[in-house]
């Protein structure tokens, strides 16, 4: 069974710097999607970044990238000139792309890592 | 706007009483998804359906109900049965084809 991995239950960052979150997952599978989405104060869940396992460029959104080691089973998540409002629990997230796999749309997620930004 | 719709944010319920969390999508997905989420344990999921007519348990289904009628509706029923009710409670739908998962503003349901 795939499983998913943050190791960094808190993290801090000043304002304008740069931080990044850490996940690593356990598959068989040769292909599948990794998400990274970010909960603030309000508890909605959002979807900050993914990544296709196919693909071996670095998915980016703005100030959001992410390092992606499919050998070593890594998908961090960089955060550049952080913001007051990147304050939020961030969770890293596992999903097959075997298709037709019975449970294929099922996400398998960390436990998160909540990060706070520091004025 | 296309999203998800989660209603009533809040709601209390009585020891003993069932009570049924409202999930409606107009975003034409078909999967659509019930988490639950308690402090330092992440999402755990409940129940999915991946089409109208179908929905299959997640991995902590005991104590809950589904049904999906309709493509744009998941209704979630938390019975008497769910020994530990009180959490917050997470509606998602995706794509057939596609990947992510898009998300309800939640429910936090109190048991008094």
């Known amino acids: 069974a795939q499983t998913v991995t943050q190791s960094q239950p808190e993290m801090s960052v000043q304002e304008a710097e740069t931080v990044t979150l850490s996940c690593t997952y356990d598959?068989?599978?040769?292909?599948?999607?990794l998400f990274w989405y970010k909960q603030p104060p309000s508890r909605q869940m959002i979807l900050v970044i993914r990544?296709?396992?196919?693909k071996q460029q670095n998915a980016t959104e703005n100030r959001f990238s992410v390092n992606f080691q499919k050998a070593a089973k890594s998908f961090s998540l960089k955060i550049s000139d952080s913001q007051l409002g990147d304050a939020a629990m961030y969770f890293c997230a596992y999903r097959s792309g075997v298709p037709n796999a019975g449970n294929n749309r099922k996400l398998i997620w960390g436990l998160g890592t909540s990060l706070a930004v520091n004025p | 706007d296309g999203g998800i719709t989660q209603s009533p944010k809040y709601l209390f319920r009585k020891e003993g009483q069932n009570v049924t969390l409202s999930c409606e999508q107009n975003l034409n997905h078909d999967a659509m998804y019930w988490y639950r989420q308690d402090p330092g344990q992440g999402l755990r999921l409940i129940y999915y359906s991946q089409i109208v007519n179908d929905f299959q348990k997640g991995d902590i289904a005991e104590g809950y109900s589904v049904s999906r009628e309709k493509k744009e509706s998941f209704p979630l029923t938390v019975t008497s049965a769910q020994k530990n009710p009180t959490a917050f409670y997470l509606c998602?739908?995706?794509?057939?084809?596609?990947?992510?998962?898009?998300f309800g503003q939640g429910t936090r349901l109190t048991v008094v």
């Open positions: 598959t068989s599978e040769s292909d599948y999607y």
């Open positions: 998602a739908s995706s794509m057939t084809a596609g990947t992510e998962a898009f």
């Open positions: 990544q296709e396992a196919y």
